[in-house]
């Protein structure tokens, strides 16, 4: 068997093994590397380039809408973490405490942070005084420690990367909006950048962010028909602002509390990314996040000609794309499944007799699709290419959602939807959380959120048959 052929092979397949396919890629791919520290991995340069790509982008939209950015200590003391009462007792579970500095036992222990809502309501406590300071408009790239029972590379460790936004208002309905504003920005992300469709909508009150007002999130599902949360911003409303007394005099010079929100998106999109478009070959990447989206394979690299000509090619490239040449002694075949597996979304071959008809093959990473093309205007017909390729990930992923996605109107056939279709159920639900924490307790499906988008799909609650207030999608999770 050739070395490549084997390279392939070596991927579980994901109809045989989901996990172990997901494990395969992280670690086949160049993504993680496994440390001694359980739940804690090392993102090797490729996958922090992914990360990057996603950072640059998101960072520059919060600019635009006149976010700063800001850092917070990783250190916050017991005392300050237990002012909001619900805040602490969400998070108690899963926060990593520091007992010792040195060989010395702390007089007040510090949790390493699990997120910083406390920190922020502290810092704006002192800056904020008068209307005129607000609104604050704030976010920090850092990152944050739980303590998880289960981890999984990007998808749930116990460090990980994120943003997390943290914005003060004067009232009520600004603070709603932000809310509202930022869970749009993840949205049209993920869609236009990542070519992951979404779901949008409310949690609902057992879901919802310890010591928010209201949770809104953005769903996405993964190829195994499982969800995967993939943002979330919420309304804090006054909460945080009267535990921890932020004010500011307004323009008849009355105190007032401000309104908060807090939203974020983590490093767990990356996983998001490898579970809607990898394939058994290895990644599949959106050309507008993929840290490479061209890679140029020379063939018959000895013979006269050809290295330069590709090098040429990737120098024209690199003007308006990321190209990259692999001008290494390996064999193309090695190459062509190194790159499969990397998912770099166009592969770009030329060998001499490519170069005496002024062309060369573009192979979509996609598709597997061959097409040869002239070298006039090269930069211009991969651009484009690069785009449909954008779009076609984005449409393959939408018709396996849809395809995926199911309505149950009574009980019986919730159940067994969710046992023998993975994906998401829409139903009809009457509000209470016992019918929810019955579901869970029968199924495993959680509420993923309550849509913006309602349908009415009858009267009645799938679990209990009283009246129904909200149509629900439903689903297993990540």
Known sequence: MSKEKKLVEEITSMDE??????TDIVKKADLIEYTSIKGCCVFRPYAYALWENIQHVLDSKFKELGHENVYMPMFIPESLLEKEKDHVEGFAPEVAWV??????????????????????????KNIIQSHRD??????????????????????????????????????AEEAQEETIRMLNVYADFCEQYLAIPVVKGRKTDKEKFAGAVATYTIESLMHD???????????????????????YSDKDNKLQHVFQTSWG??????????????DNSGLVLPPKIAPKQVMIVPIAMHKEGVKEKAQELCDTLKKTLRADIDLSDKTPGWKFAEYEMKGIPVRLEIGPKDIENNSCVLVRRDTGEKIAASLDNIAETVAALLEDIQNNLFTKALEHRNEHTYTAEDYDSFKEIVETKPGFVKSMWCGDEACENKIKEDTGATARCMPFEQENLGTKCVCCGKEAKKMVYWGRAY
Not at 17 to 22: L, S, T, V
Not at 136 to 149: A, G, I, P
Not at 157 to 167: I, V
């Open 17 to 22: 093994d989901f996990a172990r396919w997901y």
């Open 99 to 124: 007992t010792h500095g040195g060989n010395e036992k702390l007089q007040e222990r510090m949790c390493v942070r699990p997120t910083s809502e406390t920190l922020f309501c502290e810092h704006y």
């Open 134 to 171: 607000l609104p604050k408009l704030y976010n920090q790239w850092c990152s944050v420690v739980r303590w998880e029972k289960t981890t999984r590379p990007f998808l749930r460790s116990m460090e990980f990367l994120w943003q997390e936004g943290h914005t003060a208002h004067a009232t």
């Open 225 to 247: 028909g499982k969800a995967l949360q993939s943002g979330t911003s919420h309304n804090f409303g006054d909460g945080f602002a009267k535990a921890f007394g932020i004010q």
């Open 265 to 278: 998106v983590t490093t767990r999109l990356i996983g998001a990314i490898i579970m809607v478009h990898g």
